[in-house]
């Protein structure tokens, strides 16, 4: 069965390092996600990708964020300059282009531990 | 803004107990509702997409129901099993998924 793959599954690095993340879609999927769990925590979104841009973001998703899909295949967030509050699990999710119905899948998510 | 609230927040059951999960949305102009378990430190599982459509999707021994009017989901859990201790969210889905709280469940052997 197809699947979102995520890497790294784990990542600790300083505050203040560049992290990326990335995420594999679904090879059909045309949209993607990223979600932000921190321990305890409810799931939160941060930012849809659709056709190369970015379509919608949260607050959160600040200028510390960005999300580029270089390669046609990987899709990845990065974050500029860790702090420690962005320790967190991050989610990746894809769909196929089904409106706004369409069921998301998710990755099994990259945990990020920032010191 | 779309709120999304599970209750309770924790729930410890014996081994064999039926048990009922709640989750509540201030805006009925949802799509879809999604039912997901999590197990601590790891990823979602999805368990039961509910279309705008349906009232309801069972698997195994899983039964959630949708009342868009009133904003409110449950998802029914039969026998339960040790097993079946993780957390539990739903995601109301509008565009994107909006979590909510989660219910902590723990089946005691």
């Known amino acids: 069965e197809p699947e979102v793959t995520q890497t790294p599954s784990h990542q600790v690095t300083q505050m203040g390092q560049e992290v990326i993340l990335r995420c594999v879609p679904i090879s059909n999927h045309l949209y993607f996600y990223w979600y932000r769990q921190i321990l305890g925590q409810k799931v939160e979104f941060l930012v849809s990708?659709?056709?190369?841009?970015?379509?919608?973001k949260s607050e959160i998703f600040d200028d510390q964020f960005s999300v580029e899909r270089p390669d046609g295949s990987n899709f990845t967030l990065k974050i500029r300059s860790t702090k420690l509050e962005d320790s967190a699990m991050y989610f990746c999710a894809t769909r196929q282009g089904q409106g706004f119905s369409g069921e998301l899948f998710f990755g099994e998510g990259s945990r990020l531990t920032v010191l | 803004k779309q709120e999304v609230t599970q209750i309770p927040a924790a729930l410890s059951v014996p081994e064999g107990e039926n048990l009922v999960l709640n989750c509540s949305f201030t805006d009925s102009a949802i799509y879809n509702l999604q039912w997901f378990r999590q197990d601590p430190g790891k990823g979602l599982t999805s368990l039961l997409l509910i279309q705008s459509s349906q009232r309801e999707q069972t698997s195994g021994r899983l039964n959630a129901s949708l009342d868009k009017s009133s904003g409110r989901s449950t998802l029914y859990i039969a026998a339960s099993q040790p097993g079946d201790s993780a957390t539990y969210l739903c995601?109301?889905?509008?565009?994107?998924?909006?979590f909510g709280t989660g219910t902590r469940l723990k089946v005691l052997a």
């Open positions: 995601a109301v889905i509008m565009g994107k998924y909006i």
């Open positions: 990708f659709y056709n190369n841009e970015i379509s919608e």
